[in-house]
Protein backbone atom coordinates (compact mmCIF):
# COMPACT_ATOMS: atom_id res chain seq x y z
CA UNK A 1 0.00 0.00 0.00
CA UNK A 2 1.10 3.94 -0.91
CA UNK A 3 0.63 6.82 1.13
CA UNK A 4 -2.12 8.60 -0.86
CA UNK A 5 -2.41 11.82 0.54
CA UNK A 6 0.34 14.68 1.12
CA UNK A 7 3.35 13.27 3.75
CA UNK A 8 6.09 15.40 4.31
CA UNK A 9 8.94 15.56 6.79
CA UNK A 10 10.53 17.48 8.67
CA UNK A 11 12.79 18.88 11.74
CA UNK A 12 10.97 18.70 14.70
CA UNK A 13 9.98 22.29 16.86
CA UNK A 14 9.29 22.86 19.80
CA UNK A 15 5.79 22.96 18.81
CA UNK A 16 5.82 18.99 18.06
CA UNK A 17 6.80 18.44 21.42
CA UNK A 18 3.03 17.15 22.78
CA UNK A 19 2.41 14.97 19.68
CA UNK A 20 6.25 13.35 19.66
CA UNK A 21 5.82 12.66 24.03
CA UNK A 22 2.28 10.80 23.33
CA UNK A 23 3.88 9.04 20.60
CA UNK A 24 6.59 7.93 22.92
CA UNK A 25 3.60 6.97 25.33
CA UNK A 26 2.19 4.52 22.31
CA UNK A 27 5.70 3.03 21.68
CA UNK A 28 6.27 1.99 24.95
CA UNK A 29 2.87 0.47 25.52
CA UNK A 30 3.42 -1.15 21.67
CA UNK A 31 6.61 -2.20 23.60
CA UNK A 32 4.99 -3.79 26.74
CA UNK A 33 7.52 -0.89 28.41
CA UNK A 34 5.25 1.44 29.71
CA UNK A 35 6.11 0.85 33.17
CA UNK A 36 9.55 2.41 32.38
CA UNK A 37 8.48 5.82 30.91
CA UNK A 38 9.59 8.69 33.22
CA UNK A 39 9.71 11.34 30.52
CA UNK A 40 7.45 14.46 30.52
CA UNK A 41 7.22 17.10 27.86
CA UNK A 42 9.88 19.40 29.96
CA UNK A 43 12.45 16.87 29.72
CA UNK A 44 11.84 16.21 25.94
CA UNK A 45 11.83 19.96 25.40
CA UNK A 46 15.28 20.36 26.89
CA UNK A 47 16.83 17.18 25.72
CA UNK A 48 15.76 18.51 21.87
CA UNK A 49 15.71 22.49 22.21
CA UNK A 50 17.54 22.99 25.29
CA UNK A 51 21.23 25.05 25.99
CA UNK A 52 22.80 21.82 25.28
CA UNK A 53 20.81 19.50 23.05
CA UNK A 54 21.11 16.02 23.82
CA UNK A 55 19.52 14.66 20.68
CA UNK A 56 17.32 15.91 17.39
CA UNK A 57 13.82 14.80 16.01
CA UNK A 58 12.48 14.53 12.65
CA UNK A 59 9.06 14.30 12.52
CA UNK A 60 6.48 13.07 9.44
CA UNK A 61 2.90 14.78 8.68
CA UNK A 62 0.19 13.35 6.73
CA UNK A 63 -1.96 16.52 5.40
CA UNK A 64 -0.75 18.49 7.85
CA UNK A 65 -1.17 16.11 11.33
CA UNK A 66 1.84 14.86 12.70
CA UNK A 67 1.59 11.18 12.50
CA UNK A 68 5.67 9.79 13.07
CA UNK A 69 8.47 10.74 14.92
CA UNK A 70 12.07 9.87 14.60
CA UNK A 71 14.72 10.88 17.84
CA UNK A 72 18.05 10.54 16.74
CA UNK A 73 21.84 11.25 18.16
CA UNK A 74 25.29 11.23 16.83
CA UNK A 75 27.68 8.12 18.23
CA UNK A 76 31.54 7.59 16.95
CA UNK A 77 33.16 4.48 16.23
CA UNK A 78 36.77 4.11 17.02
CA UNK A 79 37.11 1.52 14.28
CA UNK A 80 35.94 3.99 11.63
CA UNK A 81 36.97 6.89 13.47
CA UNK A 82 33.62 8.52 12.04
CA UNK A 83 30.59 9.59 13.81
CA UNK A 84 27.51 7.79 13.19
CA UNK A 85 24.09 8.39 13.59
CA UNK A 86 22.45 6.36 15.86
CA UNK A 87 18.26 5.91 15.51
CA UNK A 88 16.92 5.97 19.37
CA UNK A 89 13.36 5.47 18.57
CA UNK A 90 10.80 5.73 14.93
CA UNK A 91 7.64 5.54 15.56
CA UNK A 92 4.14 5.44 13.16
CA UNK A 93 1.18 5.72 14.34
CA UNK A 94 -0.90 2.75 14.18
CA UNK A 95 -3.75 4.09 11.63
CA UNK A 96 -1.04 4.92 9.36
CA UNK A 97 1.29 1.95 9.21
CA UNK A 98 1.73 -0.19 5.87
CA UNK A 99 1.59 3.33 3.41
CA UNK A 100 5.13 3.46 3.57
CA UNK A 101 5.95 6.03 6.37
CA UNK A 102 8.33 3.78 8.42
CA UNK A 103 10.95 3.35 4.83
CA UNK A 104 10.65 7.12 3.68
CA UNK A 105 11.57 7.79 7.49
CA UNK A 106 14.60 5.75 7.44
CA UNK A 107 15.59 6.63 3.88
CA UNK A 108 15.73 10.47 4.61
CA UNK A 109 17.56 9.21 8.15
CA UNK A 110 20.11 7.62 5.88
CA UNK A 111 20.37 10.32 3.49
CA UNK A 112 20.77 12.61 6.70
CA UNK A 113 23.35 10.69 7.84
CA UNK A 114 25.57 10.55 4.29
CA UNK A 115 24.78 14.16 3.77
CA UNK A 116 26.75 14.53 7.46
CA UNK A 117 29.58 12.11 6.81
CA UNK A 118 28.33 9.48 9.15
CA UNK A 119 30.07 5.80 8.63
CA UNK A 120 26.85 3.92 9.74
CA UNK A 121 23.24 4.27 10.71
CA UNK A 122 22.00 2.22 13.55
CA UNK A 123 19.59 1.36 15.95
CA UNK A 124 18.03 -1.47 18.12
CA UNK A 125 14.98 -3.54 17.69
CA UNK A 126 13.08 -5.95 20.06
CA UNK A 127 14.25 -9.51 19.29
CA UNK A 128 10.24 -10.34 19.40
CA UNK A 129 9.56 -7.90 17.19
CA UNK A 130 9.66 -10.23 14.00
CA UNK A 131 7.73 -7.39 11.72
CA UNK A 132 9.99 -4.95 12.36
CA UNK A 133 13.23 -7.24 11.58
CA UNK A 134 12.00 -8.33 8.85
CA UNK A 135 11.20 -4.79 7.48
CA UNK A 136 14.54 -3.61 8.92
CA UNK A 137 16.31 -6.64 6.68
CA UNK A 138 13.48 -5.43 3.84
CA UNK A 139 15.34 -1.94 4.02
CA UNK A 140 18.71 -3.10 3.82
CA UNK A 141 19.86 -3.57 7.52
CA UNK A 142 21.77 -6.32 8.98
CA UNK A 143 20.55 -7.59 11.93
CA UNK A 144 23.48 -8.53 14.05
CA UNK A 145 23.71 -11.62 16.07
CA UNK A 146 26.77 -11.09 18.25
CA UNK A 147 26.03 -7.99 20.01
CA UNK A 148 23.85 -7.47 22.90
CA UNK A 149 23.06 -3.99 24.53
CA UNK A 150 24.44 -2.75 28.02
CA UNK A 151 23.10 -1.21 30.48
CA UNK A 152 23.41 0.25 33.69
CA UNK A 153 20.93 2.69 35.29
CA UNK A 154 19.14 3.73 38.35
CA UNK A 155 20.80 2.08 41.52
CA UNK A 156 22.97 -0.12 39.90
CA UNK A 157 24.67 2.97 37.75
CA UNK A 158 24.54 5.15 40.92
CA UNK A 159 26.80 2.45 42.78
CA UNK A 160 29.12 2.00 39.80
CA UNK A 161 29.73 5.72 40.17
CA UNK A 162 31.21 5.54 43.41
CA UNK A 163 34.76 5.99 43.76
Known sequence: MTLDTTFAIRPATPADVTHIQSMIVELAVF???EHLVVATEEKLHEGL?????ACEAIVGEVDGEVVTFALFFHNFSTFLTKRGLYLEDLYVRQSQRGKGIGSRMLKHLARLAVERGCGRFEWSVLDWNAPAINFYKSMGAEILPD????RVTGAPLE???EV
Open 31 to 33: EKL
Open 49 to 53: FGAHP
Open 147 to 150: WRIC
Open 159 to 161: ALA
